[in-house]
Nanobody, 123 residues
Framework: QVQLADSGGGLVQAGGSLRLSCAASGRTFSSYAMGWFRQAPGKEREFVGAINWSGGSTYYADSVKGRFTISRDNAKNTVYLQMNSLKPEDTAVYYC????????????????WGQGTQVTVST
């Protein structure tokens, strides 16, 4: 079916930037959304942002609004998460996810997940 490969994590200093990528392969849907979630140690997985693939509408959690930007490349079936002005509290494993239909902010609404990529913001 659908496989998601997320990548781009790494170690960065506070105030720096990082760009995550998520490439989708396999069967896709006529209408679907791709989102990003993150999970820090000892915390529940939380919504970061999402994009409707067809129309490009985006939604962001308040904690990242103005700093993170989601974009997509239709030809590459890839969604990106551009993270600027990173803070130590952004440290987490970031997961790419996809669902049929329009975006939702609840992780249970997503059926397809990447393996996660670690983002560590120092100082």
């Amino acid at each position: 079916q659908v496989q998601l490969a997320d990548s781009g994590g790494g170690l960065v200093q506070a105030g720096g930037s990082l760009r995550l990528s998520c490439a989708a392969s396999g069967r896709t849907f006529s209408s679907y959304a791709m989102g990003w979630f993150r999970q820090a140690p000892g915390k529940e997985r939380e919504f970061v942002g999402a994009i409707n693939w067809s129309g490009g509408s985006t939604y962001y959690a308040d904690s990242v609004k103005g700093r993170f930007t989601i974009s997509r490349d239709n030809a590459k079936n890839t969604v990106y998460l551009q993270m600027n002005s990173l803070k130590p509290e952004d440290t987490a494993v970031y997961y790419c996810a996809a669902r049929r239909g329009s975006f939702r902010s609840t992780l249970a609404e997503y059926d397809y997940w990447g393996q996660g990529t670690q983002v560590t913001v120092s100082t």
